[in-house]
């Protein structure tokens, strides 16, 4: 078993997120992922399509290819929107402030994925992570 944190190395800068809209899979690159408190946060801005999404179906996947292998983590999003929350997500990406400010109205939301799984894939075998 790995860390929160060496599993955030393994998924590397930007990841693929997927949802559920309606019975239709939605996919997208993300980019902002974060350890705090010993749980892997990701987030999104509150206006998004993936928000809501969520909302609806907690269920979500993260797939990233980083260093000649493949991660999958999968789990259920919960959002927290604590202030320590928000305050650790602006010291670990100081740009997301120029896109959610209270001068635009837009909010940036962190979750954490429950019952987090992860594995690990290079060729065809897979290592369960977590």
């Known amino acids: 078993m790995i860390t ?3 599993l955030k190395e393994k998924i590397g800068g930007v990841f693929y997120f997927a949802t559920v809209e309606g019975d239709a899979p939605r996919v997208r690159p993300f980019g902002f992922m974060m350890v705090f408190e010993g749980k892997l946060y990701f987030g999104c801005g509150t206006h998004k399509a993936a928000f809501r999404e969520l909302l609806e179906n907690p269920n979500a996947e993260v797939c990233a ?3 000649g292998t493949f991660v999958r983590v999968r ?23 120029e896109s959610y400010n209270e001068k635009n109205g837009r909010h940036h939301i962190c979750f954490y994925l429950q019952d987090l799984s992860a594995m ?4 065809t075998e897979g290592v369960k992570l977590i």
């Open 4 to 6: 929160m944190e060496e």
């Open 65 to 67: 290819f980083n260093k």
């Open 75 to 97: 789990g259920r999003a919960v959002f927290d929107d604590r202030p320590e929350v928000q305050e650790a997500m602006y010291a670990a990406a100081p740009f997301l402030k």
């Open 120 to 123: 690990e894939f290079r060729g």
